[in-house]
T-cell receptor, first 115, second 106 residues
Framework: DARVTQTPRHKVTEMGQEVTMRCQPILGHNTVFWYRQTMMQGLELLAY????????DSGMPKDRFSAEMPDATLATLKIQPSEPRDSAVYFC?????????????FGPGTRLTVT | KNEVEQSPQNLTAQEGEFITINCSYSVGISALHWLQQHPGGGIVSLFM???GKKKHGRLIATINIQEKHSSLHITASHPRDSAVYIC????????FGTGTRLQVFP
């Protein structure tokens, strides 16, 4: 059955290193979301794309985070340089329109630890 | 004040009990989502609703747009229902509640 895939599942890196997380949305979904989950803040939206165009990235620290969707099968979230406060689980979700909202399917997440 | 408030924060129940989790919001929305997150961390979308009521198996979700309130009900609860349940409102982007941690004991 169709699923959102994310790689890597786990990443441990040192402060200052570049981190790239990848997401493969469900084929045919035109919207991709990036979320971050921490114990302190819970789930929060970082950015989302519709038809590969960035629609909202206001939740993302612009100085170090970047999100792109080079083609319909790949979305990336990059952190450069990484900092310990970036340690979190990063979820990607892809969605299809249904009614007035978007039904969303979540990937398994990338657990990032920055030391 | 958070834009999305959930109650209770923690809930324990005996197997078989009827469970209700509440969500109130203060912004205009196009839809409301109920999500389930198991201890392993995976997130599953349970419901997306804009009005009325939806049912899936033992789960029922209702929403009252005028009162800006939604409830998630679990009938005949089971230990496998133990998870964190998260309410999220769709305002062109999702705003999440802090979640309700449910533990169902045999």
């Amino acid at each position: 059955d169709a699923r959102v895939t994310q790689t890597p599942r786990h990443k441990v890196t040192e402060m200052g290193q570049e981190v790239t997380m990848r997401c493969q949305p469900i084929l045919g979904h035109n919207t991709v979301f990036w979320y971050r989950q921490t114990m302190m803040q819970g789930l929060e939206l970082l950015a989302y794309f519709r038809n590969r165009a960035p629609l909202d990235d206001s939740g993302m620290p612009k100085d170090r985070f970047s999100a792109e969707m080079p083609d319909a099968t790949l979305a990336t979230l990059k952190i450069q340089p990484s900092e310990p406060r970036d340690s979190a689980v990063y979820f990607c979700a892809s969605g299809s329109p249904r009614g007035r909202g978007y039904e969303q399917y979540f990937g398994p997440g990338t657990r990032l630890t920055v030391t | 004040k958070n834009e999305v408030e959930q109650s209770p924060q923690n809930l324990t129940a005996q197997e078989g009990e009827f469970i209700t989790i509440n969500c109130s919001y203060s912004v205009g929305i196009s839809a409301l989502h109920w999500l389930q997150q198991h201890p392993g961390g995976g997130i599953v979308s349970l419901f997306m609703l804009s009005s009325g009521k939806k049912k899936h198996g033992r789960l029922i979700a209702t929403i009252n747009i005028q009162e800006k309130h939604s409830s998630l009900h679990i009938t005949a609860s089971h230990p496998r229902d133990s998870a964190v349940y998260i309410c999220a409102v769709d305002t062109d982007k999702l705003i999440f509640g802090t979640g309700t941690r449910l533990q169902v004991f045999p």
